[in-house]
């Protein structure tokens, strides 16, 4: 069974359809990525599976549990984990306590949480960082605690929202060794992007949202072949 | 090899703390009074500080559960002959629960920001409506306990008040020591988180909305035995003097000047604003130029220091303790 | 009795003024002025010292209150709420509870407690309507109060000033890029703000006690005002004043008087939870 299945989800917002229908599934230890143009739908998707959108209809499937009507906390405990688009971070903590704050998410024992933190500060290459102050770190910085906090959650699957956004090409590349290096470690992710240059080199999997409906799934480079892709992409300037 | 070593800040902090437990001994009866006010509206805001200053959720309607602290226990005492210490437990309960409540409906209804300072008051304001219309413990009244020779049981030292200095001491030191536990704790660092973001707090696996309650009602309790102390200390007490929002201002006042997510902040605050405010009433004869001088400086920190005056006393204490030796003996 | 709820309603038009002017210092500058009823409390004592010393009839003192009030709030804001612009808004509300201590207080130690009312024969006058004694004071006050509310209204919609206040509390970047001084409009909207207060004193000033302490149970009501009307908005402070002077009137007729105070706040909580942005919501 897949780690992750979503079947027919719809969403609307007053009368628009943000979400129309959409299905597919995530294995495990797999990348799987989701594009579309601006507007698509992908952030409302994301809100939806993590549970800080209630969906009007449709099913979401995780590790055999239905994550249907939980909340955005319960759906971290059940080890799902998400970054957000805009970057946020606890900016009156440490960034040791931020990530803490996470590990304490498996353990009560703040002693255990603060090993944990350090461990995966050093997995992603933030512990030499771990004293500074959240709120004074550079972007790419607060994107690595970002997903630090996530990571120490002890998650199945991580959701990543947009993670490339405001990076520099050398900063992608940093990035894709992380989530492959995340992804070698046994978690899966699922990851949201509008920048091309991260998913493709990194994905096993891409599926395609437009006006909240999927038009294409398949590799990488079949789907950046794919001419409905092509169109939604170019059609709508 | 150097067996034993203290630092200068931990030798100044010592030589302060044998100083305020012989300060009975040196100090007119006077001077003793504002000492325990002090102290007692540092326990109060510190007891505000843990619910509201760490998580963000900045309650006004505090006196709520002093009062319910101090009118549990007097009652219990007056009515039971239960003596106040164990009145002042199920006063605690009582807060609890009250506290509680006020944190599901505040948080469930999603109140946020000066909605959220508001229904505090308002819901505080009931309780005290409620309290005045409520003759079997006085109604506007109030309630008047009698004086008794100092005990233990009774919970009384009117001969000399040293008895109520030292306990007021002794709550103090208390309630900073459980302030530091909980801020090490897995309960401090989600609090901090639900302060900072609680989007982002919700997305690390924090129950927001549960931990919000548990502030309130951890707070409500520590407030409550608080007002059980102020009801054994000034035999006096009503729904006006124990329930009303200026006591809920007095409250909050200290951990604001002194700095609110802090631990010495509001036993800062408190050091300041209440001896300034005893003293300007015993020389001008009632109240008044207290309550300016409060305002003036609380207009003055808000507006210069919104952080809270907590960072000056620490840079005086720090250099006032580089005056004394370093301790080493080996 | 129905003279107890009649009264109520008519005090819901002072409620109403107070919190117009409680409102448009938030709508525009987004400051929370806790002071707006020690301020009113103030004006009360203007009009008793002009009528005690000087004879000055009540409602002529408005014509004193406004110019006296309206200067007072302008140079306040340039001294010190200018300060409070970036704080938080807690801090803000801190600070302006601060002010109003002080306020307060000081109107404590010169006048000191006592209660002073205002007698001449106007303060004094009662109308016979449909059965009941309605007091003329009251019902002038009420008139009065929607009166200055509706100026108000068509200043806001049909001045040139009223429309660069109305930009200036839409985006303050926007109306600055406009041309409109925006420090000025802040401090003439303090300004107008605190002499609604003004006003508001002049007309509490003929039918209820002058003494220091009278701001704050009005202030608690002006909260709750405030919050039910919705905020930002005119008319909102209009509904809400009406309404809560209503919930009063209905909650002293059925439970008696000492429980009014807890009427209206359940109303309160109860707009809260049913319906969180106001009778007229704006959104703020």
Known sequence: MALLEVRKLTKRFGGLVALDDVSFEVEKEEIVGLIGPNGAGKTTLFNCVTGFYKPDS????????????????????????????????????????????????????TQDGKKKALETLEF?????????????????????????????????????????????????????????????????????????????????????????????????????????????????? | MVAFQMSQRRLLLIILIAAALLLPALVTPFILHVAIMVGLFAYLGSAWNLGCGYTGKLSWGHSAFMGLGAYVSTALYMFYAVTPWIGAIAGMIIAAAFGALVGVICFRLGLKGHYFVIATIALAEILRVAFINWSVVGGAWGLL???????????????????????????LVAILYVERRIIKSKLGYYFIAIKDDEEMAESLGINAFKYKVIAAAISAALTAFGGTFYAQYVLYISPDTVMAVGVSTEILMGAVVGGMATLGGPVVGAAIIHPIMELSRAYVGGRGLDYVVAGLLTVGVAVLRPHGVIGWVEKAFDALASYLPRVARS | MAQVIISSILLGGIYALVAVGFNLIYGVMDVINCAQADMMMIAMYVTYWSFALYGVHPLLAIFINIPLFFVAGFFAQKLIIDR?????????????????????????LVWKEDYRMILNPYTDSTLRFAGINLSVPLLVSYIGSLAVVAALYVFLKKTDLGVAIRATSESREAAALMGINVKRVYAIVFGVGVACAGIAGVFTSTFYYT????????????????????????????????????????????????????????VFLLVLALRPQGIFGGGK
């Open chain 3, 84 to 108: 409070l612009l970036g704080a938080p808004q807690f801090i803000q509300a801190v600070a302006t509870i601060g002010m109003g201590y002080v306020i307060q207080n000081v109107a404590l």
């Open chain 3, 211 to 266: 003494y220091p302490m009278v701001g704050t149970a009005f202030l608690l009501k002006m909260f709750v005002v405030v919050v039910v009307g919705g905020c930002g908005d005119v008319l909102a402070s209009v509904a809400g004043g009406l309404t809560i002077g209503l919930a009063e009137g209905i909650g002293a007729f059925l439970l008696g008087p000492s429980w009014k105070e807890a009427i209206y706040q359940s």
């Open chain 1, 58 to 109: 449709g099913e979401i499937h995780f590790d055999g549990y239905n994550m249907c009507g939980l909340k955005p906390h319960e759906t971290c405990l059940k080890g799902m984990a998400r970054t957000f688009q805009i970057v946020k971070a606890f900016h009156s903590m440490r960034v040791i306590e931020c990530v803490t704050a996470g590990a304490l998410a498996r353990t009560d024992r």
């Open chain 1, 124 to 237: 992603v290459g933030l512990a030499d960082k771990k004293n500074v102050l959240a709120g004074s770190l550079t972007i790419v910085d607060r994107k690595r605690l970002g997903l630090a906090s996530a990571l120490a959650t002890g998650p199945k699957l991580m959701l990543l929202d947009e993670v490339a956004a405001g990076l520099n090409p050398v900063e992608i590349d940093d990035v894709i060794r992380l989530l492959r290096k995340i992804r070698d470690g046994g978690t899966t992710l699922f990851i949201v992007e509008h920048v091309m240059k991260l998913i493709m080199p990194v994905a096993d999997r891409v599926a395609v949202l437009h006006h909240g409906k999927k038009i294409a799934e398949g590799r990488g480079e079949e789907v950046a072949r794919d001419e409905a892709v092509i169109e939604a992409y170019l059609g709508r300037e």
């Open chain 2, 145 to 171: 306990m009698p004086v008794v020779p100092d005990s233990m049981y009774h919970f009384q030292f009117h001969s000399s008040r040293l008895g109520y200095y030292y306990i007021i001491f002794a709550m």
